[in-house]
């Protein structure tokens, strides 16, 4: 701890924008939980018998802890980084074998009347062992194999002891982080190559049921996204214009024989023309690479090659791996299939509710779809569409907007920190709300498939609440010792 001097310039140096921030948002959140759980019978909003009044309660204690994390000295959280996540994983592993069944997910541990999930605990202990590592004596990511390895453990370890619990939509958040590592040095073809693997299996899975030259019309967009692919590397990544114009004359040139061959009936096999014409291009780049010693030649080859062996991939982990309720919400969302009383139910009943608002809403308690309880767990996952149907388009907006500035004001935080520990901490929040938000608002309008986000600080549950006020909290206390650091000018 710390004396009362040093506590009292620890207050003034808060940074009091984000905390008002902060208080708005949990404020507005359990004026939202209340309108989506309100059912005609005059329950007051503070009692604790609406959902409304349980948030209160969940409020209370997590300011509470927010104090007990601003009177700590920020060193701890740098000096025990590495016990909290050890001992967070500890209680992930343990809640894989004492958890109850709750709707098929065992993530959940019951402590008398409270249950809370350790995977939302287990992002602020993530985000301290990053930043730790991170804040080692001349660690760069890109100075040695080993440290990608070391990140990269850190991130995915929580999350195979998450999907062990299967408890999908959490894991998948710890996959922001990778937007630290892209921060911190990692090559943007990281980022490309897991745009690419989205883009390529959104195409292979949605356009099945056409043909183009013998073969499912994804697939032979695919391969057609890859000529692209491979042609703007070398042009842009490689910074090699023959190369670039010579395999796109011959993608072209290619095309037009195959065109015309088949405007005189001679038909060739979608696969076998594709593969052959990019394999022969892959075999140019590795011959040019050898002879100038171009290693981004080579790259851009490997590319292309583990793009084709991708999509080969798509249709196995889509109909061995993936759950058959994961594949339905999959299909439903990409519009493959329309199942309006089961997988597709939820998002449309959203989709109305937040479309019946309008512009300016249908005003507080007055939205039909929502005090009809037509839109299931419109209190937590779908929080959204209550603020859609009762505050319109203009509520939404200034949701939005609020979720900006917190986040804009996260990275300005992150950015003016002395140290790597606090700068790749800050980003780590940065990269959670940017997922929860994302993601939940996708969820609930239908872009992404329901896969059980929260929306930050709007959503019922003690968890995720607790979850985001611990990773902003400990960050603004980490920001106000930014002053005491030796190197802070």
């Not at 287990?122 to 730790?132: D, H, N």
């Not at 090699?240 to 010579?246: E, G, P």
């Not at 929080?383 to 986040?407: K, N, P, R, S």
Request: glycine fraction near 8%; aromatic fraction near 14%.
């Amino acid at each position: 701890m710390e004396s009362r001097s040093t506590d009292q310039t620890i207050m003034r140096h808060l940074d009091w924008v984000t905390i008002i921030i902060y208080l708005f948002m949990i404020l507005a959140g359990v004026y939202s939980i209340y309108a989506a759980s309100y059912d005609f019978d005059n329950a007051s909003i503070f009692s604790f018998d609406e959902f409304s009044g349980k948030q209160i309660r969940w409020i209370g204690l997590a300011l509470a802890l927010a104090v007990v994390l601003l009177i700590f000295d920020a060193r701890v959280y740098e000096t025990y980084a590495y016990p909290i996540y050890i001992f967070m994983l500890l209680i992930m592993v343990v809640t894989i074998f004492v958890a109850p069944d709750i709707k098929g997910s065992r993530s959940w541990l019951v402590l008398g009347p409270m249950r809370f999930q350790p995977a939302e605990f287990g992002k602020f202990a993530t985000a301290l062992a990053l930043a730790k590592l991170f804040s080692g004596y001349n660690f760069r990511l890109s100075a040695a194999r080993k440290n990608y390895a070391k990140a990269l453990a850190i991130i995915f370890i929580p999350i195979f002891l998450i999907l062990a619990q299967k408890e999908t939509g959490s894991a998948l958040a710890y996959l922001a982080l990778f937007f630290v590592l892209y921060r911190e040095g990692m090559s943007g073809l990281v980022l490309l190559a897991a745009f690419a693997a989205v883009l390529f299996f959104v195409l292979a899975v949605k356009f099945t049921d056409s043909l183009f030259m013998g073969i499912p019309l994804g697939e032979a967009m695919v391969f057609i996204s890859i000529m692209i692919m491979m042609t703007c590397m070398l042009l842009y990544y490689c910074k090699n214009f023959l190369a670039a114009r010579n395999v796109a004359i011959w993608f072209l040139a290619t095309g037009a024989i195959v065109w015309l061959l088949g405007a005189c009936g001679v038909n060739i096999y979608g696969t076998t023309y594709f593969l052959s014409v990019i394999i022969v291009a892959c075999i140019y780049c590795m011959l040019l690479a050898m002879k100038a010693k171009a290693k981004k030649m080579i790259i851009t080859s490997s590319a292309a090659l583990c793009s084709i062996i991708f999509l080969f991939s798509v249709n196995y982990a889509f109909n061995s791996i993936l759950q058959p309720h994961q594949q339905q919400r999959i299909r439903v969302t990409l519009g493959i299939e329309e199942d309006l009383l089961g997988a597709g139910y939820n998002v449309n009943q959203a989709k109305i509710a937040i479309g019946s608002g309008g512009i300016a809403g249908k005003g507080h308690l007055n939205g039909t779809q929502t005090k009809l309880k037509y839109v299931p767990e419109q209190h937590t996952d779908f929080i959204f569409c209550t603020i859609g149907e009762e505050q319109g388009f203009i509520g939404t907006t200034a949701l939005i907007l609020a979720f900006l500035i917190l986040i804009l004001r996260v990275i300005r935080i992150a950015e003016r920190q002395p140290s790597a520990f606090g700068r790749v901490y800050g980003y780590c929040v940065a990269s959670y709300l940017i997922f929860h938000l994302a993601i939940n608002i996708g969820m609930v309008i239908g872009l992404c498939p329901v896969i059980g986000i929260p929306l930050p600080f709007f959503s019922y549950g003690g968890s995720s609440l607790w979850s985001f006020t611990i990773l902003l909290f400990i960050l603004l206390r980490i920001d106000a010792s930014r002053r005491q650091h030796p190197s802070y000018l």
